[in-house]
């Protein structure tokens, strides 16, 4: 007994012995990496070098028929390549479609039509006896492998002709919610599922609408193939749903997911921007200045009631349009508001609740076939943020709603061509706190005709936060929303600290 006791004495010495060897050797190996105690330095920097998105409309025929536009805000070296998705998969990708190296640019895509499905392809995705949501192949997509230059600042979107963005290209995840009205709008409601990997991705898909959960009907263990692009109609599920949540997630590997709402297979129709995860304080920007009703629609995923605040920031200041005691909301519901007074009205929308939500807003307008044109909630612009696929001439007038729900704000706003900086003059505008102003933006000219063109907005420095939506409209109606994400070109690298975990691999 008494030598078990000494033996178990130093077996915990010896332990003891080669934590302390090897944390020596990492603070050897690595002195810089640890840092200790308070005045901890600001943390590093890591500069973007790679970048992956997916878009579903390139290459594919009919109304959904699309290209892309791209703009690195960015110099140097670097290349994107532009390679079609397949229904059937393949672990290795073909050769790309293009090849661009043309950073600090606009680039104007044309993506030829993908090739039709073969027999056997459309014999893999034979539906399953009493499958209520069968899977189908899908012809068409892209995806976008970005390094360098190329993918510091990247922006890239899916266009209709003449060069307006219709939707922007995802990057691939794990969680995605999508927020709109429900089959009682729309005739089809389409769920695109690309995969951009090398491995096959498995996804699920929970839905919610105005009568609560879809119960029963989790739509789970989709497969995506690798390098794959798979479509879902959900009309039939969603059958006599005013408002649709849709929850995408994966348990096997990631995929881009996308949503397309249309009332009827001959129109072009509107893809749906991905809303944020739930959460309790979100901000949908870039609501435009043009008449008609205003619909906001709320899912509330869990199972306790939110109490739900909205407050509109607009020119004149800050209010609440649906009164300042809230709105109660029941768990498991998705529902839609009419905020009539937002009428011509340039905004941005904030909606607080006490429990995790998710929202996103529609406004009369859309392509033809669309229940509306969208946007979603959206983060404060970080270092800049790019919107790439602006029309030039007689395909509509761009501008940007730019809100500061909080503290002042500065943004420098920047045009860009195929030829890289435009002739038009870099603007700054001052937002006050809890304000909105609107920019129209001015159409270049390349050899004295009008051009596409992207636009670049930079907060500067000791801005507050700011949220902006780049709005098109073409002959008073409302053809796109697109709210401004970031473009980065680094991302912060948390300080390392003095541990045990920290040495330890």
């Keep these: 007994m008494r030598r078990l006791v000494a033996n178990k004495y130093m077996l915990a010495l010896l332990v003891a012995m080669a934590l302390v060897a090897v944390f020596g050797l990492a603070s050897v190996s690595h ?55 397949s229904p059937a998969g393949a672990t290795v990708p073909p050769a790309p479609l293009h090849v661009l190296a043309q950073p600090g640019q606009l680039s104007l895509v044309n993506v030829t039509q993908a090739p039709a499905l073969g ?24 995806m976008i492998q970005a ?17 307006l963005a219709t939707a922007q290209c995802q990057s691939p995840g794990t969680d995605f919610w999508f927020l709109g009205p429900g089959q009682k709008s729309v005739a089809d409601i389409q769920l695109y599922l690309m995969n951009t990997d090398s491995q096959p991705a498995d996804a699920t898909v929970q839905i919610l609408t105005d009568s609560g959960p879809v119960l029963g009907s989790t739509d789970a263990g989709i497969g995506v193939p690798p390098h794959g692009l798979v479509v879902q109609s959900l009309a039939r599920l969603l059958h006599g749903s005013r408002v649709a949540a849709l929850n995408v997630t994966t348990s096997v590997g990631r995929v ?88 011509r009205i340039p905004a941005a929308i904030r909606v607080s609740s006490g429990v995790p939500v998710t929202v996103s807003m529609s406004v009369p307008g859309g392509a033809p076939g669309a229940p509306g044109a969208f946007t979603a909630a ?25 809100s500061a729900p909080q503290a002042a704000a500065r943004v420098s706003v920047t045009e860009l061509t195929a030829a890289g900086q435009a002739s038009v003059p870099a603007r ?10 609107v920019l129209t933006l001015t159409v270049p000219r390349q050899a004295g005709r009008a051009s596409p063109f992207a636009v670049v907005l930079t907060p500067l420095a000791g801005s507050g936060p700011v949220y902006a939506g780049r709005v098109v409209t073409q002959g008073g109606a409302v053809r796109s929303i697109l709210p401004v994400t970031s473009s980065l070109t680094w991302v912060p690298l948390p300080a390392v600290r003095n541990s045990v975990t920290t040495a330890l691999p």
């Design 31 to 85: 002195p810089a990496a640890l840092v200790a105690g308070p005045g901890t330095p600001a943390p590093a920097r890591a500069t973007v070098s790679a970048a992956l998105r997916a878009c579903p409309a390139p290459g594919s025929t009919g109304a959904t028929a699309s290209g892309l536009a791209l703009a690195a805000a960015s110099s140097g070296p670097g290349q994107a390549e532009v390679t079609r998705l």
């Design 428 to 437: 700054t505008v001052v937002l006050a706190a809890g304000h909105t102003a």
């Design 256 to 343: 881009v997911a996308a949503v397309l709402e249309t009332s009827g297979g001959s129109q072009p129709g509107a893809w749906l921007p991905a809303a944020q995860a739930p959460a309790t304080s979100q901000v949908l920007p870039g609501l435009p200045g043009t008449p008609g009703g205003r619909e906001l629609y709320i899912a509330v995923p869990g199972a306790t009631n939110a109490q739900v605040k909205v407050t509109a920031i607009t020119a004149r200041g800050s209010y609440q349009p649906t009164g300042g005691s809230g709105i109660d909301l029941p768990g498991g519901s998705a529902v839609a508001l009419a905020l009539p007074s937002l009428a």
């Design 147 to 163: 390094s360098g230059s190329m993918a510091r600042g990247l922006e890239a979107e899916q266009t209709s002709a003449g060069g």
């Design 378 to 402: 959206a983060a404060p612009v970080q270092e800049q943020g790019v919107i790439a696929g602006n029309p030039a001439g007689s395909g509509g007038t761009s501008t940007l709603v730019l």
């Design 119 to 142: 027999r056997g392809v459309s014999q893999q995705f034979a539906p399953e006896a009493g499958a209520s949501v069968p899977t189908g192949p899908a012809r068409g997509g892209v």
